[in-house]
């Protein structure tokens, strides 16, 4: 599975894009990311093609706010053998919104 499209790509706004202008909790998770094996999720808010380095909510042994590699995600392989997958269906929602957030 294609991890980041480039319809995707054109709606993550660039790191630290949205710092000043948007309360982190109205922050627009554009893409999740999960582990179908695992309660491992990741909701991404803004991203840097350079580095190809997401900043986002994560929810795996703790839930925290962080950076995230795609390279990472694209090269995981869980116990079972399964990749890391996209919510196909996810439609980009501020955070607060997100069932679990905080």
């Known amino acids: 599975?294609?991890?980041?499209?480039k319809e995707l790509l054109r709606k993550l706004p660039k790191l630290y894009a949205t710092d000043k202008s948007v309360n982190i909790d109205d922050k627009i998770a554009i893409v999740k990311f999960f582990d179908p094996c695992?309660?491992?999720t990741w909701y991404a808010t803004e991203y840097d093609p350079i580095d190809r380095l997401f900043?986002?909510?994560v929810v795996g042994l703790?839930?925290?706010?962080g950076y995230f590699s795609l390279d990472e995600l694209e090269q995981t392989t869980n116990r079972l053998g399964l990749h890391?997958?996209?919510d196909l269906h996810f439609k980009p929602t501020a955070m607060k919104n997100?069932?679990?957030y905080k």
Not at 1 to 5: A, F, Q, R
Not at 62 to 65: H, M, N, Y
């Open 84 to 86: 890391i997958e996209r």
């Open 98 to 100: 997100i069932p679990g």
């Open 62 to 65: 703790e839930k925290e706010w």
């Open 38 to 40: 695992s309660q491992w």
């Open 1 to 5: 599975m294609k991890l980041l499209t």
């Open 55 to 57: 900043f986002g909510w």
